[in-house]
């Protein structure tokens, strides 16, 4: 579905990542893992299409097609979707509608119809009750006054709306308290399928605990510094991030 | 990789659709203006004697005033002796009485600009009155309007026909000496809209003049007069285009609203200008002074206003809020793009007791335009309770544009509550992005996200209008990232 080759990537003139590489099949559940300030973030905006982070080498090859030479809306519309870590806030603009954009403009790519307002209503109602969000955020501006917690839930709706092929969840875990971690875990397992990739960047293990993954990556200094299974995860929570920094890399780079 | 600057870029093909020319045969007078054009000018229009003395003063006047500088604008002194203050379709008759009569080519024209002028039209429920050039040259709807005694015709119709009224309300509100603009368009205007509800009458449908300049270096100068009286209410649009030339052409109007007890006038504006071409060549110079009077108790005015075109615009739509309990208010979306220039606001005046006022103003400058909100709040002594609350807010869209607001408060009653708020923010990339990541194109992001911001007033507007309203900011605001 998704392979990064060498990927190098900077912002100005500071370079983030530095040869990634990591290949995603559909139904997999890759996790992330990296200390503050190892580019785990840049690889989501860089796979997104951020046009802050320039591309200095490397490839990715999305479904067939060049990821890096595709728009960010071809990007998105093709199904790879991310969960932001700060979602946005579009005052004015309800939620309502910024869904419904949303979902017509990926459904039009797909060459189906668009949905009218009556059945998207029904459609963005059921999700929202699974995710556990009341309607009136439907009205409400686009994240404008929510709280971390409805925001996250907000992010799981809109991954739920589109049903991407490959949904990347930025840090999804950040500023979440228990419930409502339960809560956005819930939502993200619930669409987990054979035809459905993830990839979890987290710093903490504990979103893994509730969104278990099939591999576990490190990232470290731009690279991909060792791979595993859901065990290293544990293991990193036990001895800490250091433990793979100062070791040696000689695995950097066997991404899964 | 394709970003948002490239794609933005790329969707600048669309043109500023109204600057067709139509090829017609003209009456025009000779350029320049002195008593003489005054005088011609008046005889050309069969004015009674009245009118032309009115002119006449308000001309000694502009002559003794000064050029005003104060707006934070910027442009080459204007020579008013290259101006021409008339010039009018040449029709069979002097004035066509029915659409039969009215230049199949001026029909076309209208048509083309989406203007109903067939009372069957799309838009029946809106009455029309067409202003080109100079002269009206149709008003539509006027028999169904007259069987509930509402007064709509053309200027020149209503000095002729209703002399008594216009005496009494003409100057009432802006007096032919109240500023530079509006003493030159006392002494020149030529046409305009003319509007009366008589007592207790909800006027049946909404009323709308069509603004077009169309002959080379012609001033605009109209005049536009509202009166509902006692109970009466009225809604009301304008709206405004000019071909695209190279030159800068003078639109200078004058706006009066005059509402009794307990009446009601909404009054909106869609002004579409010719803007000037992306380097800034060209474009309509919009010096317009509006001024309503909630004359009587607890009346209401109200004025909404979209703003995207004009090379320059000047105006400050305001209410004088001398009726107790009497409500002024004032939405507002202005965008200026490449090389525009806005300088707007509002007035309010509070002079009656408990009277209410609303600003709210939305900016929005792209390009390397520049956007000024200026707004002033009185409060005399007499004005026991008085309210304002102002908001303006500013969007920024690239990094060459400049937004300024000069709000003024005068309060001279310790009653008074005012409030003010300001905002300016800049389209965010990050929004860009986030509604990108969701999968629509950048053109779509940036309407959605601007019409969001713009939201408070877009709701003021009547319904067909505010469609047209955003559509129109889309169409502005092309190629406005980068």
Redesign the interface.
């Known amino acids: 579905m998704l392979t990064i080759k060498n990927l190098h990537a900077s912002i100005g003139e500071k370079p983030i990542l530095k040869g990634l590489d990591l290949s995603i099949k559909a139904g997999e559940v890759h996790a992330i893992m990296g200390p503050n300030g190892s580019g785990k973030s840049t690889l989501a905006q860089v796979l ?5 982070f320039h ?1 200095d080498q490397g490839e990715a090859s999305w479904l067939g097609q060049d990821l ?2 595709m ?3 071809e ?3 093709s199904g790879l ?2 969960a ?1 870590q700060y ?7 309800s939620n309502a ?2 869904l419904k ?2 979902v017509n ?2 459904r039009r ?1 797909q060459g189906l119809s668009e949905l009218d307002a009556m059945d998207f209503i029904k459609r963005v109602k059921s999700e929202m009750k699974a995710v556990g969000m009341r309607e009136e955020f439907l009205y409400r ?1 686009v994240n404008e006054g929510f709280s971390g917690g409805e925001k996250k839930r907000n992010e799981v709706l ?1 991954m739920a709306l ?1 049903e991407p092929k490959l949904a990347i969840l930025d840090e999804t875990d950040s500023g979440l308290d228990i419930d409502a971690l339960k809560a956005v875990a819930d939502g993200v397992n619930r669409l987990r399928s054979p035809e459905r990739a993830l990839l979890v960047i987290t710093h903490y293990q504990r979103l893994l605990d509730y969104i278990v993954p099939d591999f576990v990556h490190v990232l470290a200094g731009g690279r991909i510094v060792r791979s595993g299974g859901r065990e290293l995860a544990l293991e990193l929570e036990e001895r800490g991030y250091g433990w793979i920094e100062s070791g040696d890399s000689a695995q950097a780079g066997a991404a899964a | 990789m394709s970003t948002a600057t490239d794609k933005i870029d790329s969707y600048l093909g669309r043109e500023y659709a109204p600057g067709f020319i139509t090829e017609i045969e003209s009456d025009t007078i000779p350029k320049g203006l002195s008593e003489d054009t005054i005088r011609l000018l008046s005889a050309k229009k069969n004015e009674p004697e009245f009118m032309l003395e009115w002119r006449l003063d308000a001309y000694r006047h502009w002559l003794t005033m000064p050029t005003p500088e104060w707006a934070k604008v910027d442009f080459p002194p204007v020579d008013f002796q290259d101006i021409i203050y008339y010039s009018a379709p040449k029709s069979k008759k002097d004035a066509p009485k029915s659409l039969d009569e009215v230049d199949p080519e001026l029909l076309r024209t209208y048509e083309k600009l989406g203007v109903p002028l067939h009372e069957r039209a799309r838009l029946a429920g809106v009455a029309v009155d067409a202003v080109f050039d100079s002269v009206s040259v149709a008003t539509t709807f006027r028999k169904q309007l007259a069987e509930v005694g509402v007064i709509f015709c053309s200027f020149s119709e209503a000095v002729k026909d209703h002399p008594d009224l216009v005496r009494k309300y003409l100057g009432s509100v802006v007096p032919p000496g109240d500023n530079f603009y509006a003493a030159l368009n006392s002494a020149v205007f030529s046409d305009g809209s003319f509007v009366f509800i008589p007592k207790g009458v909800r006027c049946p449908m909404e009323l709308s003049t069509y603004f077009r300049i169309n002959a080379q270096d012609t001033g605009q100068f109209e005049r536009t007069l509202i009166i509902a009286e006692e109970g009466a209410s009225v809604s009301y649009l304008e709206g405004c285009t000019a071909p695209m030339r190279d030159e800068n052409q003078l639109h200078a109007a004058v706006v009066e609203l005059v509402a009794l007890d307990d009446a009601k006038i909404k009054y909106s504006t869609v002004q579409n200008w010719y803007p000037g071409d992306k380097d800034g060549k060209g474009g309509i110079y919009n010096f317009v002074t509006k001024r309503g009077e909630c004359r009587g108790a607890r009346s209401r005015i109200s004025w909404t206003q979209v703003e995207t075109g004009s090379a320059i615009t000047w105006k400050y739509p305001s209410v004088v809020l001398r009726g107790d309990d009497s409500v002024g208010e004032f939405y507002s979306v202005a965008v200026t793009n490449n090389y525009q220039q806005a300088d707007t606001g509002s007035k309010m005046t509070h002079m009656g007791r408990n009277t209410r006022s609303t600003i709210i103003s939305k900016g929005i400058s792209a390009g390397r335009s520049s956007n000024v909100f200026r707004g002033l709040v009185r409060v005399t002594p007499k004005a026991e309770g008085a309210r304002n609350y102002t908001q303006c807010d500013s969007l920024l869209i690239g990094k060459k544009c400049a937004a300024h607001t000069f709000p003024t408060i005068e309060a001279q009653n310790p009653s008074a509550q005012i409030e003010h708020e300001a905002t300016t923010s800049r389209i965010g990339e990050d929004q860009l992005f986030y509604a990108m990541q969701r999968g629509l194109s950048a053109e779509d992001a940036v309407s959605m996200i601007v019409n969001g911001f713009c939201k408070e007033v877009f709701k003021e507007l009547p319904m067909e209008f505010a469609v047209e309203a955003q559509n129109l900011l889309g169409v502005s605001l092309e190629g406005s990232i980068g």
């Open positions: 997104a299409g951020r046009e802050n591309v890096l030479a728009p960010i809306e990007r998105a519309r979707f991310l932001f979602p946005i806030e579009i005052p004015g603009v509608y910024f954009a949303a403009a990926v790519h501006s809109q589109l």
